[in-house]
C-alpha cells in the first residue's frame, strides 16, 4: 500500500507520517527533501521554495507519479509526506491502481491566526524548524498562505473524492483521527 499524506504546511503532515511509521514499520519520505533535491540538483526545472504548494506539485508530479506507479508495481509499501500532491492528480493514479493507495489530505481553516502563530512557536522543532526562525511577520504571512491553501485543498478533495482532515481546532485529535483512518 502506499499512504500519501498531504496538505498544507504546518498541518501536521510530518507528525502523521512519523507516528505511522512507528505505528505500521513502514517507511516514509519527505517530498520537501526530493523538493529541495531538485532546487539544488536541477535548478533548471524552476523550483522555489518560494512557491505556493500546488506550484511545486505540478512540476513534481510527473516524477511522483512514476515512482508511485513504479512502487505499487513491485508491490513496496511506503509513506509520502509533503505539499507535492494535488486531489485532481492523486484522483487519476487512483483509477489506475484501485485499492493500492490510501490519501488523505491535512489543512487548517478553522484556527485563529494568533493562536497558530502561539502554536508554530511553541511546538517548533528547533534547528530542524525553518519557519520558527524566520520573523514574526513572515510567520504570519506564512499561516494565513496556508489557511487560504488549505480551504483550496478541502475544495479540491470534495471535488475529487479525497479524504481532508482539519487540524485547526483540535491538533492532537485530528492526528490520531488521520492515523486511525489510514491503517484501517
Known sequence: MIYIVSGASRSGKSL??????????????????????????LPELGLSENMWPNEIAEIMWPFLEAMISNMIENEMDYIFEGEAFLPQKISGLRMLHPNKIKVCFLGFTDIP?????????????????WLAKKEDEFIEEHIINMKLYSAIVRNECNIYGCKYFDSGSSFTETMDSVIEWLVE
Open 16 to 41: 502523521v507520517a512519523k507516528r505511522m511509521s512507528e505505528k505500521t514499520g513502514v517507511s516514509y519520505i519527505s517530498t520537501d527533501n526530493l523538493m529541495m533535491g531538485y532546487i539544488d540538483g
Open 113 to 129: 491566526l494568533e493562536k497558530k502563530m502561539m502554536n508554530v512557536k511553541k511546538y517548533s522543532n528547533g534547528k530542524h524548524d
